[in-house]
């Protein structure tokens, strides 16, 4: 499991959000310049981000991105999910029903499964509102 700057900075810029919640919508340009990013990157994680219904975009003069979501009801993994964030600590497990002939016989398999549910378990059970603390 390695979670890409994709799934990092998309938690990044919804944390940001909820922070400026206040200032209405805010620009790309401004959550760019804020978190370090290039505009052109925040445009399309953002433009992800409102795909899956975590913002809202506005277009026009006054407008840009604002949260749509509580971000006590706005899960880590929900966004890790929706970034396409693969979250299996080995590859056996990303395949669902899992494909390896061996799976049968692995000994090491319920290890892994172990890991994988506590990794899962993990990111579910943080907010975007636990980060903000």
């Known amino acids: 499991m390695l979670v890409s700057t994709r799934g990092r900075y998309a938690l990044r810029f919804l944390v940001d959000l909820a922070e400026n919640i206040d200032e209405g919508y805010i620009t790309t340009q401004e959550l760019a310049e804020r978190q370090e990013v290039s505009k052109k990157y925040a445009e399309r994680l953002m433009a992800s981000l409102s795909r899956n219904n975590f913002v809202e975009a506005q277009h026009g003069a ?3 991105y604002r949260l749509c979501v509580r971000p006590e009801d706005c899960r880590v993994s929900d966004v890790l999910s929706a970034m396409n964030e693969e979250l299996a600590p080995v590859a056996c497990l ?3 029903p899992n494909e390896c002939r061996r ?3 692995c000994r090491t398999l319920p290890m892994w499964e172990k890991l994988g549910n506590m990794i899962n378990d ?3 059970g ?3 509102a636990d980060l903000m603390k």
């Open 62 to 64: 006054g407008g840009g």
């Open 94 to 96: 990303s395949c669902n």
């Open 122 to 124: 993990f990111f579910e």
């Open 126 to 128: 943080i907010t975007v």
């Open 103 to 105: 799976a049968a016989d």
